[in-house]
């Protein structure tokens, strides 16, 4: 990426460098310009980051302990972090479900790929997720986007014919909601900020169907455009969140991080590679620790846990099945990780005081194929009957079953597993010791 290389030459020619600290600060100061306007940074971004950081380097005076050099360097810091986003992290976990994401961009910004990837990332972390295609001008974009729900999993709603978008995304939304899906993810047509009719349909879809954030994809490589672009889109429907595609590689990234400033939006994802599994969340502090050459401890340690358990049951889940508390909904979660973390009872003796009372083996063992119709079975069910499964009458039952593609006993299967799992966590929920060394307070 043009912008890692010029920044990170940058750092190293201050570290280097034997000249007087006032002229070192204007030596990186330059050097800082000229990547950023390189990189499509817009200029008076760049001009105004220069001043700051020009100002702070020599009025501010360096903690105890600290070189003058080390002082440059964290002003440098916090000034790019502020550039791209801020301090804060940007919260991904939805506030709340059904919660549905409406996607929108320019062609060939990669917003179809986009949507599958936000899919996968998604429902890799548990959620019930689904996609649909409003995009009735791009040729085959619906059997695009069914392509990558079934690779990913996810269902898709949408008409291989032109139909009416507006029509079809209303539809789908409502369709996923009375399933009980988390999460509903909108693809849109690609539009043009000189597109007047494509942008007014764009206004009337986020109209029709309310959508709980609206989040702007854009190609790392569209340079300067960015600016104009993102704010078209801003003023027709206020931006949510950003995505950035393209973001690997050789790509100019600096335009399409000024679309950050431009609309007060955050970046949310950005894309790295080509394949749908290819997303990561974007972190302002990690990626600017990246592109300086500073090290970035937090994501080597994200991909050793990764590499060696695919995914860890957060705290709330552990806190969860220590405590004795559980729905189908918890269950639900806890079996999309158990697809990635193995048997359950590995998941249960990592908390201590557990292991020691686990109950046999062939109790809690579940194959592949048994997790694959439960997580359908559970698909079928409303939001009351995943709270409430005590609810679940033979009538229910029957429905459920043929909604999944199962049969009834295995719907009764499930609800039996429930009911035992949720028999033992009421045991462990007495063991008061658990949550203090879980550190749950």
């Not at 993810?185 to 206004?203: F, P, Q, S, V, Y």
């Amino acid at each position: 990426m043009q912008i890692l290389e010029g920044l990170r030459n940058a750092v190293r020619k201050l570290v280097r460098s034997t000249a007087s600290y006032e002229r070192s600060v204007n030596e990186l100061i330059r050097d800082v310009q000229r990547t950023l306007i390189k990189a499509d940074v817009n200029v008076k971004l760049v001009l105004q980051l220069s001043e700051r950081i020009k100002q702070r380097a020599l009025k501010s005076t360096p903690p105890p302990g600290v070189t003058r050099k080390e002082w440059l360097l964290k002003i440098l810091y916090d000034e790019l972090v502020n550039l791209f986003g801020g301090e804060e992290e940007v919260e991904v976990e939805p506030k709340r479900t059904p919660y549905i994401i409406m996607l929108v961009g320019i062609q060939g910004s990669g917003k179809t790929t986009s949507a599958a990837k936000i899919a996968y990332y998604y429902s890799k972390r548990g959620y019930k997720t689904a996609l649909v295609c409003a995009d009735t001008y791009r040729p085959a974009a619906y059997e695009q986007l069914r392509q990558l729900g079934e690779k990913i999993g996810v269902p898709v709603y949408g008409r291989s014919d032109n139909g009416d978008p507006i029509r079809i995304a209303v539809e789908g939304v409502k369709h996923f909601k009375q399933k009980g899906l988390d999460i509903i993810i909108i693809d849109t047509a690609g539009r043009h900020k000189e597109e007047r009719e494509l942008i007014e349909e764009m206004k009337n879809i986020a109209g029709s169907v309310n959508p709980n954030e609206i989040m702007l994809v854009i190609d790392a490589g569209i340079g300067q455009q960015a600016l104009a672009q993102a704010s078209a889109f801003h003023n027709a429907t206020p931006i949510g969140s950003i995505m950035i595609t393209k973001l690997d590689g050789t790509a100019r990234g600096g335009g399409a991080l000024t679309a950050v400033a431009v609309t007060g939006a955050k970046i949310k994802f950005v894309g790295v590679g080509e394949d749908v599994t290819e997303i990561e969340k974007f972190s302002p502090k990690r990626f600017v620790a990246r592109i300086l050459g500073m090290g970035d401890i937090d994501s080597l340690i994200e991909k050793i846990r990764e590499a060696e358990l695919e995914k860890e049951l957060s705290m709330r889940q552990m806190e969860m099945i220590a405590s004795g508390r559980l729905t189908l909904r918890d269950l639900y979660h806890q079996i999309i990780a158990l697809r990635k973390l193995g048997p359950l009872s590995k998941i249960l003796s990592m908390i201590p005081g557990i292991g020691i009372n686990l109950p046999s083996e062939d109790k809690i063992r579940l194959t592949e194929e048994k997790m694959r119709k439960w997580i359908a079975i559970m698909d079928s069910m409303t939001y009351e009957e995943l709270d409430k499964p005590e609810r679940i009458d033979k009538s229910r039952i029957r429905r459920i079953a043929l909604g999944s593609g199962t049969s009834p006993e295995e719907v009764k299967e499930l609800l039996n597993y429930y009911k035992a799992m949720k028999r033992f966590l009421k045991q462990v929920r007495r063991r008061k010791d658990v949550l203090r060394r879980l550190g749950v307070r």
